[in-house]
């Protein structure tokens, strides 16, 4: 009897082991696991404000290209304005080319 009573202390003193040893390994996949989560809660974060800020500057070009669109319409009309007056200059231009030849051709005949 006395060595069964031993024979199962051993056993006895032999599971208390290995559930020490479960638990400390559990404990140390737990604080693993704890870290892993706070590692890869600060990268989402990174990559949050990698995004916000990204947003940000696509908000900026996006208000950019609004005003220099802006200022192109505004330089095509000014350059449609201008070709329209030069036309016009074109035409005044010829006008007085043709009064200077009819000028010319008076004086001429008036000398003649």
């Known amino acids: ?3 069964r009573v031993t024979e199962l202390e051993t056993e006895l003193k032999t599971k208390s082991e290995q559930l020490v040893a479960s638990e400390s390994a559990t404990l140390a996949q737990r604080s693993d696991l704890a870290n892993d989560v ?12 990698e995004l916000e800020q990204s947003q940000r500057r696509l908000a900026e070009t996006g208000t950019e290209l609004s005003a220099a669109t ?7 009309e000014s ?13 005044e231009l010829a006008s007085l080319q043709e ?14």
């Open 1 to 3: 009897m006395r060595e």
């Open 38 to 49: 706070k590692v890869m809660r600060n990268a989402l974060d990174d990559k949050h404000r």
């Open 70 to 76: 802006q200022r192109c319409e505004a330089l095509g």
């Open 79 to 91: 350059l449609r304005e201008e070709t329209g007056h030069g036309g016009s200059l074109q035409e």
């Open 99 to 112: 009064q200077m030849k009819s000028t010319l051709n008076v004086i001429t005949f008036s000398s003649n």
